[in-house]
């Protein structure tokens, strides 16, 4: 079978499926996905509960959703030793 590669034109949840296999994640627009499964669905980042409803269907939980990293505030000049 020949990959499908795919490419985001905008930030999504995919899902690619096969008999035998279930792989899934995120993907930033502009970014590729290959896959050897036959089956690709992609869903806009507002599909959420849509893509962890069709996750469920395949027999897979879907992942609380991904943290986003902590927002830090800059501390202090950290300066060499006198």
């Known amino acids: 079978m020949t990959d499908a590669i795919f490419t ?6 995919w ?4 008999a035998e296999a279930v792989h899934f994640g995120e993907l930033e627009a502009g970014a ?8 690709l669905e992609t869903f806009a980042m507002a599909e959420r509960d849509a893509w962890a409803a069709r ?4 027999g ?3 992942p609380d959703p991904w943290p986003d990293p902590p927002e830090t505030e800059p501390g202090p ?4 030793p006198p």
């Open 60 to 62: 897979v939980t879907a």
């Open 8 to 13: 985001a034109d905008a930030p999504l949840y």
């Open 32 to 39: 590729h996905l290959s896959t050897g499964q036959p089956h």
């Open 55 to 58: 996750l469920a269907e395949l």
């Open 15 to 18: 899902i690619a499926h096969g």
């Open 77 to 80: 000049p950290v300066l060499p």
